[in-house]
């Protein structure tokens, strides 16, 4: 995290890390200034991607460099990425299974990179100022955070706008077409569609039809 400021992203510090007496940990951080996003504008989808452009490469010097980013695209992840909830869920979601192990036999399994990847990058764990919400004042929540490739975050945040604002997911769909290599975009297209319908089968099933729809778009 000191890392990510140094270069401008506004992440929490790290205060200090408790090794509880259960074998857990607790992390205390700085408390950041304003409040969750409520509305969503182009201007702050934008300075959403600027502030990942920010971790580009940032994890080339340090020791995570090199380490595999594994995807779960032909197995199963130690506790997401689950492939069997899509096997057992409906015809549909066995189809979009189909389509992502494809992609991980194709192309890979993982995305090896140097950027600073926070792994859940969505809107709900920004927090913007109270009284001008297109400036980010932080971005929360990086416990999953590893080095991979920046298209990973930029492809979970345009699922996020699925539901926030279509529109604008769609724009950052179509500037991730334009600027990203055709491998690294399936593979990190492949991941989030098994991640989030995985995820939403098991806890808000609900809303799967909506993404498995957006899922089948680019794979």
């Known amino acids: 995290m000191d890392l990510a400021r140094s270069h401008g992203v506004p992440a929490r510090r790290y205060e200090d890390v408790i090794v509880l007496r259960d074998g857990g940990i607790a992390v205390l951080q700085q408390r950041l200034p304003g409040v969750r996003v409520d509305g969503v504008s182009a201007a702050l989808v934008d300075r959403m991607a600027e502030l990942a452009e920010m971790r580009h490469g940032l994890l080339a010097e340090t020791p995570f460099a090199g380490v595999p980013c594994h ?26 299974l189909t389509r992502i192990e494809n992609t ?103 809303a799967v039809d ?3 729809a957006l899922a089948r778009r680019q794979l």
């Open 71 to 96: 995807l779960y695209l032909t197995a199963s992840g130690p506790g997401f990425c689950h492939h069997e909830p899509l096997r057992h869920h409906n015809a549909a979601t066995r189809e979009l």
């Open 210 to 212: 909506h993404l498995v």
């Open 104 to 206: 991980g036999a194709e192309l890979g399994d993982s995305l090896d990179a140097t950027d600073l990847v926070h792994f859940d990058y969505t809107l709900g764990n920004t927090i913007v100022d109270e009284h001008d919400p297109d400036r980010v004042t932080g971005i929360i929540d990086w416990d999953g955070a590893r080095a991979g490739d920046l298209a990973l975050d930029l492809v979970i945040l345009r699922f996020d706008l699925s539901w926030r604002a279509p529109d604008l997911g769609e724009r950052l769909e179509r500037h991730l077409l334009d600027s990203t290599d055709g491998r690294t975009f399936r593979i990190a297209w492949a991941h989030a569609s098994l991640r989030l319908v995985d995820w939403t089968i098991r806890h808000q099933p609900a």
